[in-house]
C-alpha cells in the first residue's frame, strides 16, 4: 500500500516566521506535488516536483518554495509565514509511467496567528 | 493551463436517492479523469477514474461519464447511503509523459460537499 506521509497533522506558527512542511513517500514515485485546501475553492497546486532538485510552479506558488533533495522527500517552506497562509496543506505523490493519479498524505492544518 | 468547474457546490439526498456531480474541463489535451472522495478529517482518496479512450465506467454504486466532445464528465451514485456523505472532487489531466511536460498534473474542481440523509 503507498503511503504519503506528513510530518505534522497540526501546526500553529507566528507570523513572519519561515515553516516547513515535510512529505515522505515510500513507492518510489518520480513526481510529488503540493497543494493548499480551502473551503470553496478545491485543490489549488503550489508547486510540483518531477525529479530530485527539479521543481515547478503551480498556480499558486507566491510566498513558497519547495526543496526535493531526496526522491522520497518533498518539503515545502514557507519562508515568513502569513495570516492568509492559514489553510489545510496536501501533499501528493505520483507516478510517471502508468499514471494512475495521486495518493495524498493525511494534510497539514495550519494556522498562522 | 487547465481549468475545470464543478458543480453544484452542494448536494443532500434523502438515503436510496442518486445523486449525480458534474464537471467540465478547458483543455481538449485532457485525457485522465479521477474522482476523489474526501471524509471529514481524512485524505481524499480515488474512487473511481476514466480515460478518454473510454465513454463509461462502473464500479458497483458509482459510476463515471465523459463526453470528450462537450468536455464534461459525470458522477453518479446510485442507492446513496450516509457513509457516502463527503467532500467529492473531480480532476482532470494530460496523464503523464516522461517525454513531455505535464508530469501527471491534475487540476481539481472545487468540490461538492455531498449529504446523506437517513
Known amino acids: 500500500d503507498v503511503k504519503v506521509t506528513q510530518s505534522s497533522r497540526y501546526l500553529v506558527k507566528r507570523t513572519g516566521e519561515k515553516v516547513f512542511l515535510e512529505c515522505v513517500q515510500d513507492?518510489?514515485?518520480?513526481?510529488m506535488f503540493w497543494y493548499r485546501q480551502d473551503p470553496g475553492l478545491g485543490l489549488r497546486l503550489i508547486y510540483f516536483?518531477?525529479?530530485?532538485?527539479?521543481?515547478e510552479k503551480g498556480d499558486i506558488p507566491e510566498g513558497y518554495s519547495v526543496s526535493r533533495e531526496k526522491k522520497e522527500r518533498f518539503s515545502l517552506i514557507l519562508e515568513s509565514a502569513s495570516t492568509n497562509q492559514t489553510s489545510m496543506y496536501l501533499c501528493?505523490?505520483?507516478?510517471?509511467?502508468?499514471?494512475?493519479?495521486?495518493?495524498f498524505g493525511s494534510g497539514t492544518r495550519l494556522t498562522v496567528v | 493551463g487547465e481549468n475545470v468547474e464543478q458543480h453544484p457546490s452542494t448536494l443532500s439526498v434523502q438515503e436510496g436517492d442518486s445523486a449525480v456531480i458534474k464537471c467540465t474541463y478547458s483543455?481538449?489535451?485532457?485525457?485522465?479523469f479521477p474522482w476523489y472522495k474526501q471524509e471529514l478529517g481524512k485524505r481524499p482518496q480515488l474512487i473511481i477514474d476514466?480515460?478518454?479512450?473510454?465513454g463509461e465506467k462502473k464500479d458497483q454504486r458509482i459510476a463515471v461519464t465523459l463526453n470528450k466532445t462537450a468536455k464534461h464528465f459525470s458522477l453518479h451514485i446510485t442507492e446513496t447511503q450516509p457513509e457516502d456523505s463527503a467532500v467529492y472532487f473531480c480532476?482532470?489531466?494530460?496523464?503523464?509523459?516522461?517525454?513531455?511536460?505535464?508530469?501527471?498534473?491534475?487540476?481539481f474542481g472545487q468540490g461538492t460537499i455531498l449529504t446523506v440523509h437517513p
Open positions: 476514466i480515460r478518454s479512450n473510454v
Open positions: 516536483s518531477y525529479d530530485v532538485k527539479m521543481k
Open positions: 480532476a482532470a489531466s494530460q496523464g503523464s509523459n516522461a517525454g513531455g511536460t505535464s508530469y501527471g498534473k491534475l487540476t
Open positions: 513507492m518510489d514515485h518520480e513526481n
Open positions: 483543455d481538449s489535451a485532457s485525457n485522465y
Open positions: 501528493a505523490s505520483g507516478r510517471t509511467v502508468g499514471f494512475y493519479g495521486y495518493t
